[in-house]
């Protein structure tokens, strides 16, 4: 996932979450994420909204990825009643069973190292136990391993078996952002 949903043609983004803590002022913020939902829409790209459930809803989103303290407080039927789609972080094994109740459209896996785009509830989980998540979940739901994955470490993570894998700074810390993704994404061919 991305930081945002301003995708060009040359990066080719199509799948990318907004990801904005504050929600002040709520005006702006419904506004950056209509802007999100309609870049997304004319890129077909699909859009997550991190957090901000019913202003996605409210902007027709493809999805909302939520955190487990955030499950319970979204309206989770209004938002299967639209069609969004729904991603749940996880952390560990018991919320990865949590999660699954949810039947979510995917599941989180992290943080796979360390990252500081976020505090972190846990230790980084490493690749050997994102292995053996991979191979609990095979089939059952799809995957993204997420914390701190960066072009050096995504080989390692793709051996895993893990289908998707979310990057943050890897791409918004780049010198060149569209070479960036392009190096990402032929990663995921080899």
Not at 15 to 24: D, G, I, N, P
Not at 37 to 54: C, L, P, Y
């Amino acid at each position: 996932a991305a930081s945002s949903a301003g995708t060009s043609s040359s990066a080719a983004l199509k799948t990318v979450q907004l990801r904005r803590k504050s929600a002040h002022p709520a005006d702006e913020l419904q506004r950056e994420i209509a802007r999100c939902v309609a870049a997304g829409k004319r890129h077909d790209a699909q859009v997550f909204i991190n957090d901000h459930w019913q202003a996605a809803l409210d902007a027709g989103a493809y999805g909302v990825h939520l955190g487990q303290e955030d499950v319970h407080r979204a309206d989770l039927a209004a938002l299967a009643a639209a069609g969004i789609r729904l991603g749940l972080s996880t952390h560990g094994f018991y919320e990865i069973l949590k999660a699954l109740h949810f039947r979510p459209s995917y599941i989180a896996l992290g943080a796979v190292f360390p990252t500081t785009t976020k505090v972190m509830p846990t230790a980084p989980q490493g690749v050997k136990r994102l292995a053996r998540y991979v191979r609990l979940l095979d089939g059952v739901v799809p995957l993204v391993a997420i914390g701190g994955i960066d072009l050096q470490v995504l080989p390692e993570v793709l051996a895993t078996g893990v289908g998707c894998a979310a990057v943050v700074r890897a791409v918004t810390e780049a010198s060149d952002p569209a070479a960036a993704v392009a190096a990402l994404q032929q990663a995921f061919t080899q």
